[in-house]
């Protein structure tokens, strides 16, 4: 059996926010990824079976590749429909933030989202939570924040009650957020969990195929082209970076999504520790972002933190530069410089 997150009164908390509230919205953090989506997709599947008709708002698009996860046509898009989203905001009574632990993670949402009167709930597996809440359900060990969604209902008791509609995106969140299960998936209860969510009747193995085999012609070859041209190999302290320019995107049609998963890829080097990629942003100028992959026990959070603006996991995390992709590829090279000895 899994053992509670919540404590009683927490428990008891949770339950009457929900009870008392009738326009609850849940919103995760930009660029939503397999987990930030399945989350919330789990909790609204909850928040139906308690009689409640939540609203997903997330701040800008998503990719492509999790459009296929039920009820995701039900998403509001802040990029594209602000008045519709500052209202939900404005008139909401309750707010469930997942999988961010900091206001500045919803970006361009983050005024609306702080404005509003609603009281607000975190779920969430990040580092230093500083979302102002009446309830923080925060669990930095956790593998993801679907993870946590699926152990809070498993607690209120809802899980026979639910779906393969809550089955799929749970699964398929705590699938990404730990590259397939081959990162941050050592705690058996998570294939106590994978074993739980079976039982209604979800295909994992159409999950995996629909998330890391449905890509575009463009991103294959544009993998190709990172591992040829743009790979960068540091043998001796067994690291490697790659910076993508915003001619490389538009040369390979790139769509949001398209550079998942490549960070991951250095990684296959015999004795590779830590792998770097930069982004130059499609649009707006002097923004580069940045996600890092480590093996064992090599610090990805602490780099992230000290050069990239930005925090995570230990083996998987991720930040942002304000400057010119080629002072991003000097930053990448102090950073690991700075971090030999850990390397070697």
């Known amino acids: 059996m899994l053992e509670n997150i919540l404590t009683d009164q927490e428990q008891q908390l949770l339950q009457t926010l929900i009870s008392e509230s009738q326009n609850i919205v849940i919103t995760c953090h930009t660029n939503a990824d397999g987990d930030a989506i399945g989350s919330s997709l789990g909790w609204a599947e909850y928040l139906k079976e308690q009689g409640k008709e939540p609203t997903i708002i997330v701040p800008d ?26 209202l939900l905001l404005k008139i909401a009574d309750l707010v469930f933030c997942l999988d961010f632990n900091t206001p500045s993670r919803v970006d361009e949402m983050q005024q609306s989202l702080c404005q509003s009167k609603a009281k607000r709930v975190l779920i969430d597996h990040h580092l ?13 060990d ?96 067994h690291a490697s970076y790659y910076a993508l320019r915003r001619e490389d995107l538009r040369r390979f049609h790139f ?31 002097n923004l580069v972002w940045v996600s890092l992959r480590s093996v064992d026990q090599f610090p990805c959070n602490k780099m992230a933190a000290e050069f990239f603006n930005g925090g995570g996991h230990l083996n998987a995390s991720g930040g942002k530069l304000h400057c010119s992709v080629d002072e991003a590829v000097k930053v990448a090279q102090q950073a690991i410089q700075a971090y030999e000895e850990l390397l070697k």
């Open 128 to 140: 230093g939570p500083d979302v102002p809440t009446v309830l923080s359900v925060s669990h930095p």
């Open 255 to 285: 769509m949001k999504g398209d550079a998942e998963g490549l960070v991951n890829m250095p990684l296959q080097i015999k004795g590779h520790k830590l792998s770097i990629s930069l982004r130059e942003d499609t649009e707006k100028p």
């Open 61 to 86: 698009q998503y990719p492509d590749y999790l459009h296929w996860l039920p009820n995701t046509e039900k998403i509001v898009r802040y990029d594209k429909h602000r008045e519709q989203a500052d």
């Open 142 to 237: 956790a593998s993801s924040t679907s993870e946590l969604i699926f152990r809070i209902v498993w607690q209120l008791g809802a899980f026979e009650q639910m779906t393969r509609h809550f089955a799929t995106p749970i699964y398929c969140g705590m699938m990404t957020d730990t590259g397939g299960f081959t990162y941050n998936s050592c705690d058996p209860a998570i294939y106590y969990i994978i074993s739980q969510l079976l039982t209604k009747g979800i295909n994992k193995d159409r999950i995996y195929r629909n998330v890391y085999h449905n890509f575009s012609e463009d991103r294959l070859r544009l993998s190709g082209f990172v591992m040829l041209e743009r790979l960068v190999v540091d043998a001796e302290r």
